[in-house]
């Protein structure tokens, strides 16, 4: 019977996503302060390019980026438009987009179901 090393998911996918976040602030678009809206498909493009991070990292650090309050204010903008790797505007933020980012960012009370 072999043993099986003991291995913390928790810690190697931090690790993963602190990787892969040095390598994606080689993008001009992640150096970007404030955050700005992403183009969609970004995740597929990235994985395009060679890379030496996992990406099960890339991924997680796309989820932490995109969840962020400042993301999501940066999609709510009026008129805001999604970016590409280097930087550019390739196109508008849609309106359901631009709404439910607004929906994250001041999340209305729920009513309960008896109410």
Known sequence: ????????????????TKDAGEWLKSFPVFR???????????????????????????????????????????VAAPGSMRHNLDGNPVSQVSDTDRFYAQDQIDPKPQKKFWE
Do not use: Q, R, W
């Not at 019977?1 to 928790?10: A, C, E, G, Q, R």
């Not at 493009?45 to 991070?53: E, G, I, K, T």
């Not at 997680?60 to 400042?70: A, M, Q, R």
């Open 1 to 16: 019977m072999s043993v099986i090393p003991f291995t913390n998911k928790d810690e190697d996918l931090n690790k993963a």
């Open 32 to 74: 970007k302060v404030p955050p700005v809206p992403l183009m969609l498909g970004i995740y597929e493009v990235l994985l395009s390019y060679p890379h030496m991070v996992s990406p099960a990292g890339i991924k997680n650090f796309l989820k932490e980026f995109c969840t962020s309050k400042t993301y999501h204010i940066a």
